[in-house]
């Protein structure tokens, strides 16, 4: 086993892992799971950690893996650069981070997509290594647990020296002490993520990391900065893009079943509602509800939750339909 | 691995007294709290700070599994937190706390006066940069700090140097020759977040058996057959005898932790010298960092001798008292030595690990060159490459290329395309104002109130842009942003460090359409209020020109009016002419959703577990709005965003107030999926559950005057507390017939107060 995973180390002697992930889908406890069957079932050397930040449920996060031979010391504190496997947790964080940044080029891409893994390369312009497509998100549901566990068993796959056996006890452990029920669930969860992964591998053609990691640059420096920090441009948060942070689903605008109450309007924690003024027959103005600025919805459904009528529906996400329906904001900044 | 950590494992491998020990995979956090869980200290007083807070949460979770007896006190704040560890410390047992960044510059006043009267005590400092702006990663600026105020200091690089630092600390602390208050200084998230492979005493009794029975104190204010005066009012010339007394206490720590780390050697085979070397024998090139960074410069290190060249890693373990004599020993034929410190001295050329090596180098007439480059502030990752830059210059430097003495390291001047082209204008009158109308009326003297109904106030501007990275489904913004409809005009908002806060300001970005200003939540309303004052007096002078008066409104969590109450409550007595508005989500959410005074009985947070041992929060909730209430401030009122159009008419009112009169404060019950363990979707409903069980009323107190603004019995509405904590994951256990005396107390609590209300609604007189 630990020859297996000297086989695959880079120069330092470690084998890398970067999960990509939001808030709330696990990854920081696939994380732990996965470094803990290394380490404390098989005798590997590992460390385990997270970007940490003022995060919140729903926005990027990163989570690392280090495993080495057991009397390789591990020192380096600093994040992942140059993994030999991704693991994207959602798929929307293929349009809005650099995933696949520093990946070997005969590395692994593990992705939580119902795609085909020809789909993933041509989004991410991977030119070689293996990408596996696991629908951990179906397999979450059907299931009725995380996508972490499904994520993993496709992890656990693609990494020859990692036991499974391994694995499967660390989450027996981790979700048996208080939920036996969850841990039979999740065990079944991993199987099929183990199981379940379409794989297809495309030869390098020279040995360059296809898209190499940069160290992150802010976006204003010294010269450029205003003085202490301040912000002149405020309401400049406009400009983000939170679409990654829904994990499945999206309120649907009925037009036509709406009576512009603004109940929605009201309990929307993220401000996506659009509205107009316009006049009715006797030339009185009114608001009415235009519709939904897909680009700031979390997809919480609080809005479905508020209206009276049938105007807003939850919709199971699917490509394209957010940026077809779509209704920009006018306000400025 | 350093040579010299070898040998000691080597040597002691055939000791006799070396004990069980386990492998597990833990971070630093973990590592503190398992040792102080071990070493079962009698108390910790502590107030939540990011990234040391884990270590109250571990240790919170290990005491509802019945794992240590450690008396856990949430104290109010930090400062608060250093009294009840000074006081506990004073009272004769052992002691232990966790702390950060402004937490630790909060209790810093208390700092000296516990070293300075010699009641030791062990403090973990989880480094972080200091505020502001403010930023929650790691760097030193706050261990330096520290530097003067007469605690040793020990640093731990990884995991398991925290352990194993934290046995060490205690028994150095109460050594009979040194007597003093120790810090255990780890890294912010490099090390209180990163699992690694660790090994911990298997028994307790291992560990009880290294640290000893406490040593009797000789000044003890629970030794009840002798009397003592402790920390009397002392001038000259008396004090410079103390200081003496304790500068020498100091000066011996560095061979009494000597002494105490080889016999953890012993025991562990782990050795800790009070300074770590690396390849450091006939190092040319050195580069000295404090904690984990010096083991990214390590790998640096072995590429260098395998390219033969003579480089050399230093760190300090024993930070105070600095370890001068193995400085200059370790440094005596170094020719370059680069400092690196993650914290600055400003204006100082160097900051103060340089100028403390300079000046150890200079008693030897050594020749070293010493480089500084200040680097990794507000937690900017140290990688390999950066370790190979430090080195690169001092190769130069040695080559006699000319380098600069003192730098910045890692700075980006930015790119002018990305500069903000243009400031933000403000709102447009006609988008904030004519939508909401509040007249006094002549007869009664009562403001009466018109507000549109909300499809009408879409049509006024939020004060808010979209873009702000909280939670989906949080509760804070529909709270806000329904109050806001009710204010007209110009505002000014100053937000206490908090969810709200956090999530709206992340940089370069901020979310806020009218201008707004930060300060750390012991002081918004008093910054608030200077804020105002100066309004008006520069108003008086002529210097601002405005027609109407702008609206100053302070927004804060129930967090803030824990730590911030003195504040809050000053700044009321003082009546100044601003809000304060308190979203209340019954916790600290910010920081993991420990748990706040404003918690109610019984309710889970992360440092008020559910387990065989604990069952929640201990004690009743804090009536905020009653407590402002008595400061007599002209108008005090409650709200939810269930009851939009109620929320709204008292929003005009503390504003008709805090333009005419004086101060209004209103508490807003704001839903927090996350930490409620609710569905995302489920706020609207909860917040609403909890007015019509009665524990949230709806009311006002206008000059004194309660009323009641929404009665769920007139309404036939009223429904029982369970039915409110069943909407909950985290009230789920009160509902359990294990619990039903709590949940009994919790709701003859609210019964109380409810009834009590109803008095105050019934006579103007309460």
Redesign the interface.
Known sequence: MTSDLRSHTNE?GFYEIRMESI??LGANLAG?ML??AG??QMGL??????S???E????PVKTFIRFAAPET???????I?EPHIVAVFHESLLRTQNCIAGLQPDGTLIVNTAKTPEDIRQITKMKSGTIVCIDALQISVEEKTRVNTAMLGAICHAISFLDENAVKKVISETFGKKYPALAEANLRTFDRGFREGRTVSYEPQHKEIHVPFA?P??????????L??A??????????D?SA???GFLPAFEKDACI????C?????????V?E?RQDERGRA??Y?KGI?Y??C?????C???CPTDALQALREIDGYADENRVK?S??? | MALQEEDVRTRNRSAQRRVDQTTDFRSGNEMAAKAAAQIDYHVMGYFPITPSTEIAEYLDEMKANGEHHIVMIPADGEHGSAGICYGAAAAGGRVFNATSAQGFLYMLEEMPVQSGTRFPMVLNLVTRAVSGPLDIRGDHSDLYYGLNIGWPILLAKDPQAVYDLNLIALRLAEHAEVRLPVIVASDGFFTSHQKRRVQYFTQNADVQAFVGDMPKPPIDALDLEHVVTIGPYMNDPDLINTRYMQSEAMYRAEAVFQTIASEFAQMSGRYYDVVNKYSMDDAEVVVVLLNSAADTAKDTVDHLRAKGIKAGVLTPVLLRPFPKRAIQEALKNAKIVLVGERADAYGGHGANITHEIKSALQEIHANATVLTRIYGLGGRDFYPDDADHFFELCLDALAGKAVRQFDYYGVNPGDPNLAPAERTQSLPKNQTTGFIEVAKDPASGQLKVKAPPLRALTAKANRMAPGHGACPGCGIFPGINTFLKGIEGDVVVLYQTGCAMVTTTGYPFSSHRVTYIHNLFQNGAATLSGIVEMFFERKRRGEIKVHDDVTFLMVTGDGGMDIGMGSAIGTALRDHKMIILEYDNEGYMNTGSQLSYSTPLGHMTSTSGVGKYEHGKTFQHKDTPQIMAATNIPYVFTGVETYPQDLIKKAAKAQWYATHEGMAYGKILISCPLNWKAADDAGHEIVGAAVNSCFFPLYEVEHGITTITYNPEDKNKRIPVSDWLATMGKTKHLLKPENHELLHQFEEEVERRWQRLKAKHENPYL
């Open positions: 330092a808030g709330g732990k470094a803990e380490v404390l050397n590992g460390s385990n950690f997270s940490y930040g003022s919140k449920k729903g926005t010391e591990i020192r380096s504190s600093s994040p650069e160290h640059i802010s976006t204003l420096g010294y010269e450029t900065q205003p202490g920090g912000i002149i441009n405020p309401g400049n948060s406009i400009s983000r939170l942070s829904r994990s512009h109450c603004a109940a309007d009201q309990v929307c924690p993220d401000m996506c509602f509205w003024s009114f608001q509800l600025d680009q700031y979390k997809g919480c459904l609080r479905i939750s508020a904001h306000i400025g900044a």
